[in-house]
DNA sequence: CGGATGGTTGAAACCGTTCAAAATCTGTGG
DNA sequence: CCACAGATTTTGAACGGTTTCAACCATCCG
């Protein structure tokens, strides 16, 4: 499984939402069989243009963001590996959100219509596409709920208990631990807070021993624990196998 | 097409995408036929429950939005006169969102089987509803804009001149006046302030000439201006057309 | 070694919240 | 038509979470 998911991201993610028969998975690999490498801060779509092409990224951190007159940004989503973009965003005439690697990252550019087509051709596929569309549109909606209603230190940490049942969902977890290579200043982007209060709130993190983040590498001693006090719910995120392994109980938490 | 809009505001939506073969119009409103009328505050879905219809609100306001364990409310969507939701949420087991009124309403619930059944017998419609369902979620990522990095100024201005610019594309603005029935509850679950900061903020966009709010009436007498306090730009709205009308272009404004 | 990036710290200022109460509006029944 | 109750709006004052500004430190890397 670990395996699979470093060769082709996008075919794991898709199955988090149930399985596929292998000959799409491999058909599908052929579709992003081209990908790109390129370094971190770069971007692949442009805020207010047309975009006929869907992003995948099979490695490393991108993310969908927004740029204000004040020269702000606004992290909208991140895509890890194996997550798309413009499956939507972009079909009518131009795209509301950039998007922009946030680390070094393997993106691959499919037409829209080509996949569109390939889904309609493997309809396990399809349907899974249109999961992970839904599956993108409740973590926004659960953006705006952390950022409207929770306070710093929740809002971090349920951010960092969504990566770690995301990250799992793809194999990209090793325990309770996993790589995130982000600075506070994009957590900061992320989470609409500052760059200052970021750094204060993670050391009250870390000082309660929910977290421990080390050189791109977060620990989660007890999800469970981290989960309540952020009033972290995974059920959102629409892999609920995965979501219950992660956080919902105690006795795989340690 | 006042009037159209009163008899079946959903069909006055979707042409708000594009234009429509009448009699797809008149089938349509056959759809919606069998409508429910509802007091304010009646929920319609229910967070974490399946749901298998879609709702089509036809007069009122409601709201899709998010109840956490302290009580606290955020809404993450405004279905006003032609709005639909659920042909998405819901579709992996269960909604991540209640629906509730926020007025007194009126109300459709499709079968969301029969809905998209519908859609694939019209494609204009078909269209028009994915349409739809890519523009709530560029308003969705928009609020998630407005309540991370603005103040509550800007928040409160941009919320009303998005309103302007929807309920013109439902032809149920005058001028630049709506009827806005919410109470400043409402707007401050809407826009994750206080309703003491959202009366203060109020009474501020009043004392500058940049809104009057009187029983439950919104005038804005200029709405450019009010546009370029707020950052608004109606593009992510994806209906150009109202949208320029509304704001974009000073000589229409007075 | 030196420059750049990212992380950490302190102090002051501010925006928005909270609490508490008064004023106003709205609808309803007598 | 009035009286009353509940909902909504408004006001005041104190508090506090977060921001801003301004340094300083650590780490990485050529």
Known sequence: MQDRSSTNAFGHKLESFGAL??????ALAALTADAQSLGADCDLVHEGEPCDTVVVVLRGFACRYRLLAGGQRQITAYLIPGDCFGLQDGVLGMSTS??????????????????LAFGRR???IGQA???AVIADEAVLQEWLVNVGRRTAYQRIGHLLCELLVRMRAIGAAQGNGYDLPLTQYDIGDTTALSVVHVNRTLQQLRGEGLIRWDRRRVEI???A?????AMFDPAYLHFEHVAAEAVGDRRLSA
Chains 1, 2 share one sequence.
């Open 98 to 115: 950039a998007i922009g690697t946030l680390t070094p990252c393997t993106v691959a550019q499919v037409p829209r219509d080509a996949l």
């Open 122 to 124: 493997h309809p396990a």
């Open 129 to 131: 596409l249109r999961s």
């Open 225 to 229: 624990r981290l989960a309540a006090a």
């Open 221 to 223: 001693p007890d999800p």
């Open 21 to 26: 028969p292998s000959g799409d998975l491999e």
